[in-house]
């Protein structure tokens, strides 16, 4: 299934912004996700697992948009 993530930002209750406007496109198949510590993999993940809601942008899986009344 193809995840699309378009201008999505994660802002924290103290200001920090921890994803800023992030746009991608992930095609079927296996995908690791590398980067720094701190860099947001975590957050990303937590977002799209709907665990974490975003300050803004969409995340679509497949035809399907992600919306508020998905997260837990």
């Not at 912004?17 to 947001?40: H, K, P, T, Y």
Request: a neutral charge.
């Amino acid at each position: 299934m193809k995840v699309k993530i378009q201008n999505l930002s994660v802002e924290f209750k103290n200001g920090t912004r921890a994803i800023d406007n992030v746009s991608l496109e992930i095609e079927n198949g296996i995908f690791g996700l590398l980067g720094e510590n701190g860099a947001g993999k975590t957050t990303l993940m937590r977002t799209m697992t709907t665990v974490l809601p975003a300050t803004s942008g969409n995340i679509i899986y497949g035809d399907t948009p992600l919306s508020p009344q998905n997260y837990y």
